[in-house]
């Protein structure tokens, strides 16, 4: 058979799925509002100015279903034997078949996001066991590939749950989840009539077809969304091209190629996972701080932010392509020139959660260092204090404190009138000439607890020189050890046998 004769099939798909889209999501999208079941408008994460319907990824399956079965049916008038195989279409349509539906009672109802996880391994655990398998990973510069082993059906799992999911986080403006997958979904369609994967080729064709069908309806403004249902069947169906194209390709396709080609909804994902663990959030929570809402913030319109994340989407695909060159140099400055432009976007976001990653990986060793030393001292300068033999020790010891500790003032307001103790403690500045100069936190610790001395200890420090220790370790030597050993040492039944009063020793004596 040749291979332009293989367009027929591809071409059959491609068109039936289109006008099935076309045709069926204006009755959904009626259906929906006629339940209302639509999506309203919360002047936070959703946009949208008025109710619209959801419940889209129902047009969507249908129309990829229909083009299949089409297919399997010209099949038997047209000689396509060896072209696919239409086992592969009927066991990612079972598959299809619980993610959509998951998503269509979530749409309806509202699902635990547990449960929609659940049945989403139970959807890839099925087309693993029926051929969907990521089996070797590879490096796409050598083209040397490690069998993964038992390895194998957690990260095909993974892989498929994590791309579902990836799209339900991207769809968040008009057109913008059923757009990238139409691009990623094109990518995909080159890459493997590129490589003769026609099987592969013509199940991307069907998906693409239903999802530019669907989108008619879908841009800004949207008269019906994709919902869960159309999200996360769109993520499970691109998941399922992607490993069914690259299990008979190249190295460089096994690897680079899907993941750049599916970048946009990866990226997007990592970076929502990313955040919430830094801030130490709910990672299924929703939030309205994706790429999409970032730049939104930096004033694009919303279809200049679609359209801005159509053109990244495209690059991405491009660059997919260039992966499949024979040559390592050439896919290795790929992937290195795609990682340094994606840091450098992300970077432009403003995320406050990646600006503190790289300062703690650029400096985190050294300070990381500094911050155990520090709380080492701390943890023996509450003993310390309370062995201090004298006021005049006790006042060493508190200012090699703040010193280390690096405060820029340290006084201590006595509420009862000791003019003896406040002359032994007088207001200190540490670095002449800068207070005032800068942004400052100001931390008073009060001295009355158990057994202290009715007394504050306020401190002064930059706030451009973060506290490189655990402040609670410095409240309790001072509140334990310091403001305990005041008590005991301005009394002249608490001076040290041998020694001289301790008042006697504060009024003679000058203070460090």
């Known amino acids: 058979m040749s291979d332009t004769f293989q367009f027929g099939p591809t071409v059959l798909t491609l068109g ?8 069926t999501t204006p009755l959904v999208r009626d259906f929906a509002r006629a339940h209302n079941w639509v999506d309203r408008p919360d002047g936070g994460r959703k946009l949208h100015l008025t109710p619209v319907p959801r419940l889209g990824g129902v047009a969507v399956f249908f129309a990829f279903a229909l083009a299949c079965f089409v297919l399997m049916l010209v099949e038997r008038w047209q000689d396509w034997t060896g072209t696919f195989s239409s086992t592969a279409f009927i066991h990612l349509l079972i598959g299809g078949v619980a993610v959509t539906a998951v998503g269509v009672v979530d749409d309806i109802y509202d699902v635990r996001p547990i449960v929609k996880i659940v049945v989403q391994i139970a959807a890839a655990c099925y087309l693993y066991a029926n051929g969907y398998q990521i089996n070797a990973v590879s490096n796409p510069v050598t083209g040397e590939s490690v069998r993964l082993g038992m390895l194998s059906a957690p990260l095909t799992v993974i892989w498929f749950v ?7 986080l991207i769809d968040g403006l008009d057109g913008l989840a059923a757009g990238v997958g139409l691009f990623s979904t094109s990518t995909l369609f080159i890459a493997c009539v590129m490589n003769n994967q026609w099987e592969t080729a013509i199940i991307a064709s069907a998906l693409g077809g239903s999802l530019l069908g669907f989108l008619r309806y879908n841009f800004n403004p949207a008269s019906i969304f994709l919902g869960d249902s159309g999200s996360l069947f769109a993520g499970f169906a691109l998941a399922a091209v992607a490993v069914r194209g690259s299990m008979k390709s190249s190295a460089a396709i096994a690897v680079a190629a899907p993941l750049m080609a599916l970048a946009v909804p990866i ?9 919430r663990l830094v801030r130490g959030d709910d990672v299924f929570r929703a939030d309205g701080d994706h790429i999409h809402h970032r730049l939104l913030r930096m004033g694009l319109t919303p279809r200049r932010v679609v359209a801005t994340l159509y053109a990244v989407a495209a690059g991405f695909g491009a660059m997919s392509l260039l992966t499949m060159s024979d040559r390592g140099q050439v896919v290795g400055m790929v992937v290195i020139a ?5 840091w450098i976007g992300v970077q432009q976001l403003g995320y406050a959660e990646f ?3 790289q300062r703690t990986l650029r400096h985190g060793f050294g300070k990381e260092r500094r911050s155990i030393g520090n709380n080492v001292y701390l943890a023996s300068l509450t003993q310390r204090m309370a062995e201090a033999v004298d006021v005049r020790h006790l006042d060493a010891l508190l200012m090699e404190a703040v010193r280390r500790l690096e405060f820029d003032r ?3 307001v006595f509420d009862t009138d000791s003019p003896v103790l406040q002359e032994a403690f007088p207001v200190r500045d540490l670095t002449p000439g800068t ?4 942004p400052s936190s100001t931390w008073t610790i009060p001295l009355g607890g158990t057994g202290g001395c009715p007394a504050r200890l306020i401190l002064l420090r930059s706030l451009e020189n ?3 220790f655990e402040p609670t370790y410095f409240l309790h030597a001072i509140q334990n050890g310091f403001a305990r050993r005041i008590v005991q040492l301005a009394k002249p039944e608490g001076a040290v046998p041998g020694r001289q009063d301790a008042v006697t020793v504060v009024r003679q004596g000058s203070v460090v």
């Open 466 to 468: 973060p506290a490189q």
């Open 16 to 23: 039936v799925a289109m006008v099935a889209a076309f045709l």
């Open 162 to 168: 994590g791309m579902s999911n990836a799209f339900n």
């Open 267 to 275: 990226l997007d994902s990592g970076i929502a996972v990313l955040r």
């Open 410 to 412: 340290v006084e201590i």
């Open 435 to 438: 207070g005032g100069n800068g």
């Open 338 to 342: 795609s990682s340094v432009v994606t």
């Open 355 to 357: 600006a503190e990653i």
